[in-house]
């Protein structure tokens, strides 16, 4: 970022820590314009700023009405400002909602409600129990939703409940409450949410433990996945507890380190990110839309290169594919020497944040790409 726009945040998280959100809403809709500092008492325009209108993380458009439809792929840059803004305002309350998806549950399968409470504090969650009954213990996949999106809505966008049928998996979907982040993001960008044995990825590290031991999960069989703000929580748990997670997938996220206040969040959302070195060596799948606007594409590459720097004598190899539905890609797949797939990496052309192959009754996603839920399932359990 030059001069000007790395001032202009420094008064951003000046502001929001004192309480002016507004302003500090204000002051990021002028540096993404170009234009002059806002004046701080031109309070319609910093009202506006917050208040006029319901804007989405995983979004380029505002829904300006409770009764607007959702958005199901993300075609256009827009709502950064009000997105940051609101990611470090606890207190802005949205004049939006959305209904919640009815999940089809067949004969014989369970969508459980639950809750886990720790030193942490409480983590609501959905379980998916398939209708089959198991002999030996499940493997487990954890998934965690993108912004202003609830488990019951990633479960239908993703269609992961069918495949947990197929697959005989467990499927977890913890919530982020709003008590937590106004728009339901999970904090990435927070410093005391990137740690092991604290904050979100505790919470989220003792609710799969619950699953485990209550709903007979495989512990050599646990996997977590994200899209967006959850695909970069669930790199942030993966690297935390890699004894519990055995590999990750991650759906337009951000790499390790790529954030650690509102204005590295800025940065690495709008130009991207190398993130930091990873410690551990945890098997990833990456999924990115060359058309995503909201977290810049340049960010899937660098989170291969982090996950490829932890493993010793993988060959990459790169071939190009269509989806049934006309999405052009290209795979890179980097293996071990007995042809096992530590780290795989997918650009799909055309798509923007939403989730690749997902089903249309869910919101971001793309019904025309890759079937990412199938890819990551079919990774994890290779």
Same mark, same amino acid.
């Given at each position: 970022?030059?001069?000007?726009?790395?001032?202009?945040?420094?008064?951003?998280?000046?502001?929001?820590?004192?309480?002016?959100?507004?302003?500090?809403?204000?002051?990021? @809709?002028?540096?993404?314009?170009?234009?002059?500092?806002?004046?701080?008492?031109?309070?319609?325009?910093?009202?506006?700023?917050?208040? %006029?209108?319901?804007?989405?993380?995983?979004?380029?458009?505002?829904?300006?009405?409770?009764?607007?439809?959702?958005?199901?792929?993300?075609?256009?840059? %827009?709502?950064?400002?009000?997105?940051? @803004?609101?990611?470090?305002?606890?207190?802005?309350?949205?004049?939006?909602?959305?209904?919640?998806?009815?999940?089809?549950?067949?004969?014989?399968?369970?969508?459980?409600?639950?809750?886990?409470?720790?030193?942490?504090?409480?983590?609501?969650?959905?379980?998916?129990?398939? *209708?089959?009954?198991?002999? *030996?213990?499940?493997?487990?996949?954890?998934?965690?939703?993108?912004?202003?999106?609830?488990? &019951?809505?990633?479960?239908?966008?993703?269609?992961?409940?069918?495949?947990?049928?197929?697959?005989?998996?467990?499927?977890?979907?913890?919530? @982020?409450?709003?008590?937590?982040?106004?728009?339901?993001? !999970?904090?990435?960008?927070?410093?005391?949410?990137?740690?092991?044995?604290?904050? &979100?990825?505790?919470?989220?590290?003792?609710?799969?433990?619950?699953?485990?031991?209550?709903?007979?999960?495989?512990?050599? @069989?646990?996997?977590?996945?994200?899209?967006?703000?959850?695909?970069?929580?669930?790199?942030?748990?993966?690297?935390?507890?890699? &004894?519990?997670?055995?590999?990750?997938?991650?759906?337009?996220?951000?790499?390790?380190?790529?954030?650690?206040?509102?204005?590295?969040?800025?940065?690495?959302?709008?130009?991207?990110?190398?993130?930091?070195?990873?410690?551990?060596?945890?098997?990833?799948?990456?999924?990115?839309?060359?058309?995503?606007?909201?977290?810049?594409?340049?960010? %899937?590459?660098?989170?291969?290169?982090?996950?490829?720097?932890?493993?010793?004598?993988?060959?990459?190899?790169?071939?190009?594919?269509?989806?049934?539905?006309?999405?052009?890609?290209?795979?890179?797949?980097?293996?071990?020497?007995?042809?096992?797939?530590?780290?795989?990496?997918?650009?799909?052309? %055309?798509?923007?944040?939403? !989730?690749?192959?997902?089903?249309?009754?869910?919101?971001?996603?793309?019904?025309?790409?890759?079937?990412?839920?199938?890819?990551?399932?079919?990774?994890?359990?290779?």
């Amino acid at each position: 970022m030059n001069k000007r726009i790395t001032t202009g945040m420094a008064k951003v998280t000046d502001l929001t820590r004192a309480g002016r959100l507004s302003e500090a809403a204000a002051l990021i @809709q002028s540096l993404l314009q170009g234009r002059a500092e806002p004046n701080p008492q031109d309070s319609t325009a910093n009202e506006a700023a917050i208040d %006029g209108v319901f804007t989405r993380l995983d979004s380029g458009a505002p829904d300006k009405t409770a009764e607007a439809q959702p958005r199901r792929n993300e075609k256009r840059a %827009g709502g950064l400002a009000e997105t940051l @803004q609101r990611m470090a305002a606890g207190r802005v309350s949205s004049r939006a909602t959305q209904p919640v998806p009815v999940v089809d549950v067949p004969d014989g399968a369970k969508f459980l409600s639950l809750s886990h409470a720790s030193a942490q504090g409480q983590c609501d969650y959905r379980l998916y129990v398939p *209708s089959k009954s198991a002999t *030996s213990p499940r493997p487990v996949v954890v998934m965690l939703h993108g912004c202003t999106q609830s488990p &019951e809505d990633f479960a239908a966008g993703t269609g992961m409940n069918a495949l947990a049928e197929e697959f005989g998996c467990l499927v977890v979907y913890p919530a @982020q409450p709003t008590r937590a982040n106004v728009q339901k993001c !999970w904090n990435w960008f927070r410093p005391e949410d990137q740690l092991r044995a604290n904050g &979100e990825p505790a919470l989220i590290a003792g609710v799969t433990r619950d699953v485990l031991i209550a709903y007979n999960g495989d512990p050599a @069989q646990v996997y977590i996945a994200g899209l967006s703000a959850g695909a970069a929580m669930a790199l942030l748990v993966a690297e935390a507890y890699p &004894e519990i997670f055995h590999a990750v997938g991650v759906h337009s996220g951000l790499p390790i380190g790529a954030a650690r206040d509102i204005p590295s969040a800025f940065s690495a959302m709008r130009s991207g990110s190398k993130g930091v070195v990873r410690k551990n060596p945890v098997p990833t799948i990456i999924f990115q839309g060359s058309a995503d606007a909201t977290v810049h594409p340049s960010n %899937g590459p660098a989170i291969q290169s982090q996950a490829v720097a932890t493993f010793a004598g993988l060959t990459p190899a790169t071939k190009a594919g269509k989806s049934g539905g006309g999405r052009t890609f290209k795979r890179t797949d980097h293996k071990r020497d007995d042809g096992r797939s530590m780290v795989e990496y997918w650009q799909v052309d %055309g798509v923007g944040h939403a !989730w690749a192959g997902g089903q249309a009754t869910g919101t971001y996603t793309d019904p025309s790409g890759p079937d990412a839920s199938r890819e990551m399932l079919r990774f994890f359990m290779q």
